[in-house]
């Protein structure tokens, strides 16, 4: 059930049509879980500032049930700060990345939970 989400101020117009299946690629290929589960959000255009400032910014969070670690998420925030800088401009110092591992229990998916 990986789940990355990102709010950004970044207007709609910014974001390439390829954007969800390229970011989709990126987190199945970082967790390694089957594509059937990946789900990719994008918030654009919120009303945000970091540091004080308007400029392009982003508030990113990684959900998943395991494949969450100091070791893995350090990778996982390489990877995917790189990812959003290349493809839509904000620089790395202007993004949060959360991470939150959950319960299989927590989660439901397909009428069931994955406990």
Request: glycine share 6%.
């Amino acid at each position: 059930m990986p789940t990355f989400v990102i709010d950004t101020n970044v207007a709609l117009s910014v974001i390439p049509d390829d954007f969800l299946e390229k970011t989709s690629n990126l987190v199945q290929s970082l967790v390694d879980k089957p594509m059937k589960y990946i789900c990719v959000h994008i918030h654009p255009e919120q009303i945000m500032s970091f540091g004080g400032s308007k400029e392009p910014c982003a508030y990113m969070s990684l959900t998943s049930v395991g494949k969450l670690g100091l070791d893995e998420n350090k990778r996982y925030t390489a990877a995917i700060m790189d990812h959003i800088n290349r493809i839509l401009n904000i620089d790395k110092d202007r993004m949060y990345l959360t991470f939150h591992d959950m319960e299989r229990m927590n989660v439901g998916w397909n009428g069931n939970t994955f406990a």
